[in-house]
């Protein structure tokens, strides 16, 4: 069964660090992989998405995910983050070929940036 | 360009009482699909629409809970009878029908049982 596992559920990080959230999922056909990010008392934005071609995939605000297909991972990094960074971020995966095309989400992973 | 619009984004229902939900998708789009999410967890698929019909319901609780997608106005989560456990954000998507494979989220609908 379709499963994503994200082990941390928070990550603190001072301003300026680079910062990697883990992402990995669990499924015996194709997929598509997407990160969101949440705001407090807000929806999910779209921050990047796997469908196909290159597995290293940019994103909005600076964000990029390497999809790596032997570790059925889909690790989320950014070079420097900014205190506007911190929210909730969450992984998701949705089969090619299921005929529903729902996601099937991590528990996020909340990142915190320090000043 | 409005995106996916959900009204009311705050409700509060007393144990017993009906909360109904709505969801506009974005213009053009014609997959809607429901999430919750309880308190400290991820988002759970619960249904999946195309205008008049349900797709996929696997997530839906067997009681209580029922969706609908008319060909006019919006898609409509309606839960019967609430209870505590009912209190979640509830987030609706929608996709396009030439690329399903994105959605795009609403801003929830954030119900209270008391």
């Known amino acids: 069964a379709q499963s994503v596992t994200q082990l941390d559920s928070q990550v603190p990080v001072f301003e300026e660090a680079p910062v990697e959230l883990r992402c990995n999922y669990s499924?015996?056909?194709?997929?598509?992989l997407f990160w969101y990010v949440q705001y407090p008392n807000q929806g999910l934005q779209l921050l990047l998405k796997?469908?196909?071609?290159?597995?290293l995939v940019k994103g909005i605000n600076g964000f990029e995910a390497e999809f790596n297909k032997s570790q059925t991972s889909f690790h989320l990094r950014k070079p420097s983050v900014h205190i506007s960074d911190t929210a909730e971020y969450f992984c998701?995966?949705?089969?090619?070929?299921?005929?529903?095309?729902?996601?099937?989400f991590g528990t996020g992973t909340r990142l915190k940036v320090l000043a | 360009n409005a995106g996916v619009m959900q009204n009311p984004r705050h409700l509060v229902r007393r144990r017993g009482q009906e909360a109904r939900l709505r969801c506009s998708p974005m213009?053009?789009?014609?997959?809607v699909y429901w999430y919750r999410q309880l308190p400290e967890e991820g988002l759970k698929f619960m249904v999946y629409?195309?205008?008049?019909?349900?797709?996929?319901e696997s997530g839906m609780p067997k009681e209580r809970f029922s969706a609908e997608f008319p060909k006019e106005g919006p898609s409509i989560l309606r839960i019967q009878q609430v209870v505590r456990g009912d209190s979640a954000a509830y987030f609706c998507?929608?996709?396009?029908?030439?690329?399903?494979?994105?959605?795009?989220f609403g801003p929830g609908t954030r119900l209270l049982v008391l």
């Open positions: 796997y469908l196909s071609g290159s597995t």
């Open positions: 213009k053009g789009h014609s997959h």
């Open positions: 499924s015996s056909v194709s997929v598509y």
């Open positions: 998507a929608s996709s396009p029908p030439a690329r399903w494979e994105t959605q795009y």
């Open positions: 629409l195309q205008k008049e019909n349900i797709i996929d």
């Open positions: 998701a995966v949705s089969e090619v070929a299921s005929g529903t095309y729902k996601y099937i």
